[in-house]
Structure formats: structure tokens, C-alpha cells
């Protein structure tokens, strides 16, 4: 399992922005992998919020739709997630990560369901981020 290593935590306030970055190397999209973040806060299940799917789209989760944006710069081999209007609940360690399509019988799960599931290939040891209310 490879380390990513990501950047761009910190403390804010609710409404406050931040921009995560991850350096992913060799994993890009275009090679067919899954890209995108995910959260883990103490107590709470993991959650996938972004993903790069393998045409290049992009989906995210419903609960941050209009405030997270997850971007990639190919040349520079790094993943962004451009968060606005923080909110406490975002608080949490938030990951990026990278893994192999899955399928199930008659189909495939989506990048962002993909994100979210244990077994990555590849992730980073996380960037904490608060938000204070």
C-alpha cells in the first residue's frame, strides 16, 4: 500500500473555507483509478464526499454538494478539494485516496462509492480539519 500524502488542514471558523491538496503520484484518473477524498471523524463512519470518476467527471456527495469541489492537476500529479462554507460537522481527518474500479453482478459502483469502502490501493495519513462554530 503506497502513501499519499496530503496537505492544506487547519482551524477555522463555521463558514471559513479551506483547500486540500494531495500529491497522488503515479495514480491519475486517465490510468483508470479512482480518485477522491474521504473523511473520518471519532465516532462517525468514514465518508467518501468527492471523486474523479475515470472519464474525468466529477461527483460528490450529497451533503456537500455546492460547498466541496474536487478538482486534479495531471501535470502536477495533485488532487484538490476546495471546501467553502465549513461547517462544525465537517470536522473530521480527511483523506484522499486511490483504488481500482469495482463492480457487482450486472454493474459498477461508482468512483465516490468506491472512495468511501475500505481497501484503497493507495491513501494518506490525513489533514485534520476544525471548524469552529
Known amino acids: 500500500q503506497k502513501r499519499l500524502v496530503e496537505s492544506g488542514g487547519g482551524s477555522v471558523p463555521t463558514g471559513g473555507s479551506l483547500r486540500l491538496s494531495c500529491v497522488t503520484f503515479?495514480?491519475?484518473?486517465?490510468?483508470?483509478?479512482?480518485l477522491g477524498w474521504f473523511r473520518q471523524a471519532p465516532g462517525r463512519e468514514r465518508e467518501g464526499l468527492a471523486a474523479?470518476?475515470?472519464?474525468?467527471?466529477?461527483t460528490h456527495a450529497d451533503f456537500v454538494k455546492g460547498r466541496f469541489t474536487i478538482s486534479q492537476d495531471n501535470v502536477a500529479h495533485t488532487l484538490y478539494l476546495e471546501m467553502n462554507e465549513l461547517k462544525p460537522e465537517d470536522t473530521a481527518l480527511y483523506h484522499c485516496g486511490a483504488g481500482r474500479p469495482r463492480g457487482y453482478y450486472g454493474g459498477r459502483f461508482s468512483c465516490l462509492t468506491v472512495i468511501g469502502m475500505d481497501g484503497l490501493d493507495a491513501w494518506g495519513q490525513g489533514t485534520q480539519v476544525t471548524v469552529s462554530s
Open positions: 503515479e495514480y491519475t484518473y486517465s490510468m483508470n483509478w479512482c
Open positions: 474523479m470518476e475515470s472519464d474525468g467527471s466529477t
